[in-house]
């Protein structure tokens, strides 16, 4: 099965290659595509327009069974205070289609400000750390962790959620 992410971030190419370890004949090409959102999707909805939009522009990319779209934003979630990390994936055949989320981070207030100005978190985040590339390394997920968990996993977690009506008979 040759599947297609939709990004050369090699973080979600690995994510995607961690999430489809268990499908037998398996193959990910990264294709470069866009997602149709802003650099830095705000809430829920432009998250998950953004995974399905790269989804669909990634099978339509070349002669895939899948496409899959990852794509990560920043969100107010009712009931909690503060801005939150959000991962959505997306994944469709042409046909059907799946949907997943990854965990919710809080943001520290003093990066969540900077986001809510109009930066965004990679970048943001690289200079709160004083690094370069966070977003294609541990992610903001690694470091406000402390490691227990990192963009590649949590997006892993979201795209594992995703892949369920490809993976099982249990959706028919």
Do not use: C, H
């Not at 690995?14 to 398996?26: I, K």
């Not at 969100?75 to 959505?88: I, Q, R």
Request: charged share 25%.
């Amino acid at each position: 099965m040759r599947v297609a992410v939709g990004s050369t971030n090699p973080v979600k190419r690995r994510a995607t290659e961690t999430a489809l370890s268990g499908v037998a004949d398996a193959s990910v090409d990264a294709v470069d595509v866009r997602s149709g959102v802003s650099e830095q999707p705000f809430g829920p909805s432009e998250t998950i327009e953004g995974a399905r939009t790269r989804a669909r522009n990634a099978l339509d990319a070349g002669a895939f069974d899948l496409g899959v779209g990852l794509e990560g934003g920043v969100a107010e979630v009712e009931g909690a205070d503060g801005l939150f990390l959000t991962m959505w994936a997306a994944v469709t055949d042409g046909e059907r289609s799946g949907l997943g989320a990854g965990p919710r981070l809080g943001l520290p207030e003093s990066v969540a400000a900077r986001v809510r100005a109009g930066e965004e978190l990679g970048p943001v985040m690289d200079d709160v750390l004083g690094t370069a590339d966070v977003a294609e390394q541990q992610g903001a997920a690694g470091v406000l962790t402390g490691e227990v968990i990192d963009r590649e996993s949590a997006l892993a977690a979201a795209l594992a959620g995703a892949l369920g009506p490809f993976v099982t008979d249990r959706y028919e």
